[in-house]
């Protein structure tokens, strides 16, 4: 049963209130941003909800059948809290949000929590944002278990079963998370670092993210990587690459049981899934063709 803080539950009870809604948003990064309907900002357990840009929250749906109701958050695209170049480069992707009710007469009464979760699509309008707000249900949607295949299943490096599986492999050091530095640049989703000494493709489908420059907290996955130092970005960027940018480059797993679990991580043992398995010709096929 919900239960509210005694102050705000007497605040509520007089039926005259001076109630606000709130969105709290912690990002992936630890950067905290807050929301509020109030018209001038508040401070709620030392966090600042913003009134400008704006807040507007669609209507907070909880079916009986545990169904996930559609919920969005809408405010006004001032290229200031949410910058065009983050929400293009992820930066926002799986941030975590909470929606509380306060009274703004009285901060210190404590809150009424009403939905939480992560953020989903964020999309650019030209003159306002909207996020997709998913609460906590929308995990009972997802598939428990995994299915069978002949390329690993397992995020590289993981080291949990239940979030990207069990890896094990340590990659948080040389030669698997290396620096680098811009040299030159070809284009938006093709630079060079001329001081790389990895072999071609080391960080072929591996991530690097940007320190300093245009980009810096944006990452982006590699498409593929020459010998010669020169990346390639599966997606361009929306702000310029110069010269001198820096950034941290992680290496790269095709989930090839050969190629890379052996020959590249030395990690066999721990290779998730199952390379050898007959193929659905096989086990369909009628059993005279077996003879």
Not at 80 to 107: K, P, Q
Not at 151 to 161: E, I, M, P, V
Not at 259 to 287: M, W, Y
């Amino acid at each position: 049963m919900k239960s509210l803080p005694a102050a705000l539950a007497a605040h509520v009870a007089t039926r005259e209130t001076t109630l606000a809604t709130a969105l709290k948003i912690t990002r992936t990064d630890g950067q905290v941003f807050g929301f509020t309907t109030h018209d001038v900002d508040d401070v709620v357990s030392s966090v600042t909800y913003s009134a400008n840009p704006g807040l507007d929250v669609t209507d907070i749906i909880i079916d009986a059948s545990g169904a996930v109701g559609n919920l969005e958050l809408r405010t006004l695209h001032d290229g200031t809290t949410f910058t065009t170049a983050e929400v293009l480069g992820g930066v926002w992707r799986n941030a975590a949000f909470v929606i509380f009710r306060y009274n703004w007469a009285d901060l210190a009464g404590g809150i009424d929590t009403l939905l939480a979760g992560t953020l989903g699509e964020v999309e650019l309008k030209q003159n306002s944002v909207v996020a997709e707000l998913r609460d906590l249900r929308q995990y009972l949607q997802q598939p428990v278990g995994s299915l069978s295949s002949k390329t690993c299943r397992y995020r590289l490096g993981s080291t949990d079963k239940n979030n990207g599986g069990l890896c094990l492999k340590d990659i948080s050091g040389a030669p698997f998370t290396m620096p680098f530095t811009v040299t030159s640049v070809t284009s938006a989703s093709v630079f060079r670092d001329s001081a790389r000494t990895e072999a071609a493709d080391w960080f072929g489908e591996g991530e690097i993210l940007w320190l300093t420059g245009n980009n810096a907290g944006i990452s982006k996955k590699v498409k593929t990587y020459d010998a010669d130092g020169t990346f390639t970005l599966a997606l361009p960027l929306l702000s310029a690459i110069q010269v001198g940018d820096t950034g941290t480059a992680i290496v790269g797993c095709r989930k090839r049981l050969e190629e890379d679990c052996r020959d590249k991580f030395d990690n066999v043992l721990n290779f998730g899934a199952e390379p050898h398995r007959q193929g659905i010709n096989d086990v369909t096929k009628s059993v005279a063709s077996n003879v």
